[in-house]
C-alpha cells in the first residue's frame, strides 16, 4: 500500500528543506505540486527528475483521483505547494481527506513555514496565536475581521501581498494605534526584512518607498497582551545585508 506524504517545502532559501524531504522527493513515484514550475526549481536543486502532476485549488479533486490510482497499485507519492506548510493558506485539504477516505496514510514530512518563522523572531511570547491568512481586498470585510481579531486576548497573524500592504496598515493604524506589530518581508531570501513597531510608523516608512516588493507576514499583538522591545525599539528596521 503507498503512502502520500505532505511535504513541507522552503519559503525561499532553498536550503530550508529537510534531510528527510528530500530522501523522500527521490524515493516516490509522483510529485503533486501546487505549481509545477515552482516545484521543479526545487527538485532541479537537488537533482532531482520525477513525475509532476498539478495540484491546485481548481483541480484538487481530479487531481487526487489520479494519485489514488498510483497508491491502489503500491506507489508513495508526495505533495507540496508553493512554498511553505501545505494546508495554510494552500491547497492540501481537499487532497488529504479524499486520500484518507481511499483508505491510504497520509504522512506529515513538517518543515518551513512563514507563520512559524515569524512568530520565531516577533519577541511577542504568549501562548496562543490567531492565525487567519489573507484578508479580504474589500475594505468594508477587511476592517469588520480586523476589529474582530483585535478584540481577541492573543496575538495573530496575517498575510498579505505588497499591493495591500499599505491598506491593511492603514486599516491597523486606525483600529488599533496603540498595538504593536511585526512585519516579515521575503523571509529566508536575500532581501528579508522585519519591521517592529506601531503601524502608523511602519506605514510612513514604507509608504515612502518607491516600490514594495515581496510578500508579507504580519503579526499583530493581542488586547491584553504588552512585551516591551527595549528603550529605543518601537520602531525597528532589520535588513540582511
Known sequence: MGS??????????????????????KNVEVIACEDTRQTVKLLNA????????????????????????????????????DAGTPGLSDPGAVLCNLVRDAGFPVVPLPGASAFAALISVAGFGGRTVTFDGFMSPREGRRKRRLAELLEREENFILYESPFRILKLLKNLA?????????????????????????????????GERSSIKGEFAIMVEGRNFSQSYGENDDNVSERKG
Open 4 to 25: 502520500l506524504f505532505i511535504v513541507a517545502t522552503p519559503i525561499g532559501n532553498l536550503g530550508d528543506i529537510t534531510f528527510r524531504a528530500v530522501e523522500v522527493l
Open 174 to 206: 486606525e483600529l488599533a494605534p496603540d498595538r504593536r506589530i511585526c512585519l516579515g518581508r521575503e523571509m529566508t531570501k536575500i532581501h528579508e526584512e522585519f519591521l517592529r513597531g506601531y503601524p502608523a510608523d511602519i506605514l510612513t516608512e514604507l
Open 46 to 81: 537537488y537533482g532531482i527528475r520525477k513525475h509532476l502532476m498539478s495540484c491546485r485549488a481548481g483541480n484538487e479533486a481530479k487531481a487526487a483521483e489520479k494519485l489514488v490510482e498510483h497508491l491502489s497499485g503500491g506507489a508513495d507519492v508526495a505533495y507540496a505547494s
